[in-house]
């Protein structure tokens, strides 16, 4: 995975409660890069909806991930490194952010629908009800071989997800 330390960004990926957030913000730390927090970038309009537990759908996530990719690009067109955290559930997602920076790099956290529903139901002060893990795993399409992308089991500890991908 030798390849991920040249990327100039990294996505965080996966469904909710996979740690996208902690692992992000201990990867961006260790890289030096700015960190992305892809929830804070989604408009009031899908944070209500999501609220109320209805899913979002790829109209309704096109904004999202343009704001996303806007924030990687801005960060490596400045000259820093990016790591954002971010569902890009789906290819289109994930090639959507490319069209901002054509090299990005996405660690894949998998987790089982248990694990993801427990954690996410554990969550205090969050939008994102536990009724909607299973449509995020229902829109889920893992990386494709031909993606620039690694996979980690996302019940590991943040410290081993973060050395075993930058080994």
């Keep these: ?25 201990a990867l961006a730390e260790t890289l030096k890069a700015v960190f992305i927090e892809g929830d804070r970038l989604h408009p009031p309009e899908n944070v209500a909806r999501m609220a109320r537990g209805e899913p979002l759908t790829d109209a309704l996530r096109e904004g999202w991930l343009d704001a996303v990719g806007e924030r990687i690009a801005a960060s490596v067109g400045g000259g820093q490194k990016a790591v954002a955290a971010c569902s890009a559930l789906k290819r289109s997602y994930r090639d959507r952010l490319r069209r901002f920076c054509p090299d990005i790099f996405f660690l894949y956290l998998r987790i089982d629908r248990e694990t993801a529903w427990r954690r996410v139901a554990g969550r205090k002060g969050h939008f994102m009800p536990a009724s909607l893990v299973d449509s995020q795993f229902a829109t889920l399409e893992e990386p494709g ?16 997800i973060v050395k075993e991908l930058l080994g």
């Design 145 to 160: 071989a031909d993606e620039r992308a690694a996979t980690m089991d996302a019940t590991r500890t943040v410290a081993g």
């Design 1 to 25: 995975m030798n390849d991920v330390r040249s990327a100039q960004a990294i996505v965080v990926m996966g469904v909710a409660g996979c740690g996208k957030t902690v692992v992000g913000e």
